[in-house]
């Protein structure tokens, strides 16, 4: 998906309560790695786990990539992110990853973080900003990115193993998804660039 358009209007101001940090390759594995499985686990995601903490820890310093942390403030919560690769504005800039735990869906702060992170993004003029989405992640992903102005570009099927049975993740993430059988491959349908 792709959009080369700021969405309007301005972001929101952040609602008591909640606040947005802005990481610019501040972050470590260490440090960013209970938030990453928090959100990600329950959608099998499992690129990212296939670098080693090392490798993590290089790709997150780089001064390039910028996350976006939702933080509830009263007990110092994370409740999501907006990783961004920032690093060529001619090329383009690629969200990298976004989404919220799974108990702060539903209430506008997807929505928030957002549209704070692609404004942040905006200001340093990318030719556009780029995101994948799969069959993996919320139903309502292409309608959410479709709402900020992301268009569908294209559509592959990618097959992987199943990372609850590779040991990547416990067997117990996404129970909504079924498990693959030790023989076989999880397709997946990436909606793309």
């Known amino acids: 998906m792709v959009s080369d358009r700021q969405p309007e209007p301005p972001p929101p101001p952040v609602p008591e309560g909640f606040g947005l940090v802005r990481h610019e390759g501040t972050l470590t594995w ?3 790695a209970p938030l990453f499985h928090a959100v ?3 959608w099998l995601w499992r690129d990212r786990l296939l670098r080693s903490p090392s490798e993590q820890d290089a790709h997150l310093s780089d ?3 910028v996350v976006h942390i939702l933080r509830r403030d009263t007990d110092a919560t994370d409740l999501g992110f907006c990783e ?8 383009g800039f690629r969200v990298l990853y976004f989404g919220l ?11 928030l973080l957002f549209i704070h992170a692609l404004h942040d ?8 900003i780029r995101l994948d989405t799969c069959t993996h992640d919320h139903p309502r992903a292409v309608a959410f990115y479709q709402g900020f102005g992301f268009t569908v570009t294209g559509r592959r099927v990618v097959e992987a193993d199943d990372p609850r049975l590779t040991g990547l993740l416990p067997r117990e993430a996404a129970p909504h998804i079924p498990l693959a059988l030790l023989s076989e491959r999880s397709p997946t349908l990436r909606t793309d660039q």
Request: glycine fraction near 16%; include cysteine; hydrophobic fraction near 35%.
């Open 30 to 32: 260490a440090t960013f």
């Open 40 to 42: 990600g686990n329950p």
């Open 63 to 65: 001064p390039g990539i």
């Open 84 to 91: 961004m690769d920032c690093r060529d504005p001619a090329a």
């Open 101 to 111: 735990v799974p108990e702060a869906i539903g209430g506008g702060l997807g929505r």
């Open 121 to 128: 993004a905006w200001r340093r003029d990318p030719a556009c």
